[in-house]
């Protein structure tokens, strides 16, 4: 149903067999059936492109389709399996980001998935669980634990701001794992919780406790 022309950005129909566009997003969770359907009778009611039908009701944005776009090119050359096109446009719109940004992400993800795992901040079941639904785990562990909602952006955010403090040298890894932990448990600033790591550990506990009285 969509057809990008890189030269005119504009959206144009494409023929009614080709359904990959709608599978991609349904399939991806990143519109209902209710919407997609809705989209498309106000397609045929209003002779609207259905593109412009999506964006005009704020679905998704001009970058998400031109995601859509792609991997519709990709899988239509054999290059990728809709499995994985589905899951790639699933976090483009999760972390509302391009997919050639997103691909070039990839490495960083699983950096800081190595990082959170050797702080043990996940539990091994959970993530035997995920590595069973995922051939490719061990290649692509972060995107599959964003897929199943394992971990979110906000998460991965804070953890690479750790992970830079232990990279600069300002921490130890320990130290970052720990202000990773703070940071999320309480839901401050990882700045804020490199701070309390600098307190002794009757402080740094008696803070914990008043900020879990008060949350």
Not at 38 to 67: K, P, Y
Not at 189 to 197: D, G, M, N, Q
């Amino acid at each position: 149903f969509f057809f990008n022309d890189t030269a005119t950005t504009e959206i144009y129909t494409l023929s009614l067999h080709d359904a990959l566009p709608i599978y991609l997003f349904v399939s991806s969770d990143v519109l209902t059936r209710a919407e997609m359907a809705w989209a498309l009778e106000m397609s045929l009611e209003s002779n609207r492109r259905i593109g412009q039908v999506l964006l005009d009701a704020n679905f998704i944005d001009e970058t998400l389709l031109e995601s859509a776009l792609q991997l519709q090119k990709m899988v239509s050359e054999r290059t990728l399996n809709p499995s994985r096109a589905c899951e790639w446009l699933s976090l483009c719109s999760a972390l509302r980001t391009s997919l050639e940004s997103l691909l070039a992400e990839f490495d960083r993800l699983n950096e800081i998935v190595a990082f959170l795992r050797r702080g043990h901040f996940f539990d091994e079941k959970t993530l035997r669980d995920v590595a069973a639904k995922t051939p490719d785990f061990h290649q692509n562990a972060g995107t599959a634990l964003l897929r199943h909602g394992i971990v979110n952006p906000g998460m991965l955010d804070k953890a690479q701001t750790c992970l830079g403090f232990f990279r600069s040298g300002k921490l130890t890894e320990q130290q970052a794992i720990d202000a990773f932990k703070h940071s999320h448990q309480m839901r401050i600033s990882p700045e804020e919780a490199t701070r309390l790591i600098n307190w002794d550990a009757q402080n740094l506990h008696g803070e914990h406790e008043l900020l879990g009285k008060t949350a």
